[in-house]
């Protein structure tokens, strides 16, 4: 392939994107004969002109901010990401604990991970959070027990939410809150609807520790709705390190490398 100028890579990404629905920085430059760098800036100018959204490591079709995705597409993307944060969060979970633990695609991996933790209880408002902690109880993985949160479902987030859910709620006394999100930046925490992002908000006013698990697409991202400041999160989990911009606000930060 002859080297293109920059227009005709611009094309050729978004002809890729359309085909594939993905397109990854490594793939995209051996085929352009460029370097990742060189990538990475088509990337985001073609962000920046709302052509495709920038995930880690390459691209998707551009999802716009004030809107969610559908829970199951969401679970697809930087899947391997998302285990290992939860991994790295799983770890932390002790004999005896009480969590809280809100929707999210990667909040909803830490019953897969989780091993030998005796007289947990989880209260949560996700449904396949909720159907995965059950199935680590059936494997003896776990023994405790699992709360669900009254309220109305949200079929296309298979969550809670609503007045009941934020009451009853309120009743609760946490060791830890695992908390997901739509987007973060060095002073917030975001999400996407504003009445679920209100019970991980209670979630985190009622635990002593909040552990917010993200993954590097999310950095620097505002979604609709504020959730929380830095200053109320314990510890951040990502699949890479803590922006060199950011200042410190106080929380820990764990890099989810292999685990």
């Given at each position: 392939m002859c080297a293109m100028n920059k227009e005709e890579r611009h094309v050729f990404i978004l002809d890729e994107l359309a085909v594939c629905r993905k397109v990854l920085v490594t793939d995209l430059a051996k085929q352009l004969i460029?370097?990742?760098?060189?990538?990475?800036r088509d990337l985001a100018e073609l962000e920046m002109s709302e052509d495709l959204t920038r995930i880690h490591g390459g691209a998707v079709s551009f999802i716009p901010t004030h809107r969610e995705m559908v829970f199951e597409k969401k679970m697809s993307l930087n899947l391997e990401e998302k285990k290992r944060i939860a991994r790295r969060a799983a770890a932390l979970i002790q004999h005896g604990d009480t969590i809280a633990v809100d929707i999210g695609s990667t909040t909803v991996h830490l019953a897969d991970m989780i091993e030998d933790v005796q007289s947990l209880t989880v209260v949560t408002n996700s449904l396949s959070a909720a159907n995965r902690f059950n199935l680590?109880?059936?494997?003896?993985?776990?023994?405790?027990q699992i709360i669900m949160l009254p309220g109305v479902t949200n079929p296309y987030q298979a969550s809670i939410k609503g007045t009941y859910t934020i009451e009853f709620l309120k009743r609760f006394h946490f060791n830890r809150a695992f908390i997901s999100c739509g987007g973060v930046t060095e002073q917030s925490v975001?999400?996407?609807?504003?009445?679920e992002s209100l019970v991980s908000e209670t979630m985190i006013a009622c635990c002593q520790e909040a552990i917010l698990l993200t993954d590097s697409a999310k950095l620097n991202k505002k979604s609709l709705f504020e959730v929380a400041p830095m200053s109320k999160i314990s510890t951040v989990i990502c699949d890479q390190d803590k922006p060199i911009?950011?200042?410190?606000?106080?929380?820990h930060w764990i890099t989810a490398n292999e685990f």
């Open positions: 460029v370097t990742p760098e060189t990538i990475r680590a109880m059936e494997e003896q993985r776990i023994t405790g975001y999400d996407f609807d504003m009445e911009d950011w200042h410190e606000f106080g929380y």
